[in-house]
Each structure stands twice: as structure tokens, then as C-alpha cells.
């Protein structure tokens, strides 16, 4: 069975940035991405549950947890969540992500937790937070930093932008 996962892609308009705007990306808490990051960044997002239909009430929730902040909340006037599609990542995960204009000072990151052994095999557990920081990333720079299967949302929004509509 195929899971679904949903996130929020935040921006703001940045004029003097490679392609006009920053995107707001986390980075993956825990002891294994602690010395990584090329290419394990996220867009903010989360797995629904059996049952969850309403994707979008999915990304808004995950956001949430990974962040601490509602998306809703920090969006700017007028601007609504836009559909930036879908991509299939390795094992199989189906991304749906959507855009919003907005602001938010990554210093007030509030992530859930989670459990896991450490170090492996030790049969000692200890809690880590979801994600560990989170950071304003010019688009150029934000290929570079999303895992591959996501880069796909920083082109869909580039092309939002250069296209005069508003996302």
C-alpha cells in the first residue's frame, strides 16, 4: 500500500535571492542526520493517518508538529495555500505539497519527538526532536539542500513566481 504524506512549502518574496524568494526548509532531527546536510533537507510534512483524506488538513497539521507554528497563522494577507503537485519518493511515498506566502523566525522551532535506540543495538532509547532546525534557503540553494525527490516543488514554485501569478 502506497502512503501518503503532505507538507507545506513556506516562502517569501526576497527579491535580492537567486529566483525572487526563500523557501522555508527543516532539517531531520536525530543522530543519524546530525553530520548531514546536501540533500536530507524537507519541505515541513508528515504521513496522514488511515482514513485522512483532506491532504491539506495533513500538511497543515504536520507543519505544526514539525515547527510549532500553524502555517495558517503565518500566512501573508491574501495569500492562500497553493497546489504544487505530487512526486513519488524512494519507498515508494506520494509527496503532495502546497505553497503559501508567508513569514516565520525559524528561532521559535518547537518540534515533537521521537523515541528510537541509540546508540544502535545498545538497548538504551532516547528521545529526539523530528526536526532539529529549520532555515530560510534561496531557491538555488534549496535544490541543493532538499532531498532529490523533492526538488521538484522549489522548480513548481519558481515557475509560480516567474509567471507573474501569485501562488
Known amino acids: 500500500m502506497t502512503k501518503a504524506s503532505a507538507g507545506i512549502l513556506l ?3 526576497a ?3 537567486p529566483g525572487g524568494a526563500e523557501v522555508l526548509l527543516v532539517h531531520p532531527g536525530g543522530p543519524y ?3 548531514r546536510d546536501d540533500g536530507v533537507w524537507s519541505v515541513p510534512k508528515g504521513e496522514a493517518g488511515p482514513g485522512e ?3 491539506l488538513a495533513v500538511a497543515r497539521r504536520e507543519f505544526g508538529e514539525e515547527t510549532g507554528a500553524d502555517p495558517l497563522a503565518l500566512a501573508a494577507p491574501g495569500s492562500a495555500p497553493v497546489p504544487l503537485g505530487s ?3 524512494r519507498g515508494h511515498k506520494v509527496v503532495t505539497v502546497w505553497a503559501l506566502e508567508g513569514d516565520w ?3 521559535a522551532l518547537r518540534s515533537n519527538e521521537f523515541e528510537a535506540e541509540w546508540p544502535p543495538r545498545s538497548g538504551r532509547r532516547a528521545r529526539f526532536p523530528e526536526v532539529d ?3 530560510w534557503f534561496d531557491l ?3 535544490r541543493r539542500k532538499l532531498v532529490e525527490g523533492q526538488r521538484r516543488f522549489v522548480d513548481e514554485l519558481a515557475a509560480l513566481l516567474a509567471g507573474g501569478r501569485r501562488p
Open 11 to 13: 516562502y517569501r518574496r
Open 15 to 17: 527579491p535580492a535571492a
Open 33 to 35: 542526520y546530525a553530520r
Open 53 to 55: 483524506d483532506d491532504l
Open 87 to 89: 512526486v513519488k519518493q
Open 105 to 107: 523566525d525559524p528561532s
Open 133 to 135: 532546525r529549520a532555515a
Open 140 to 142: 538555488d540553494t534549496a
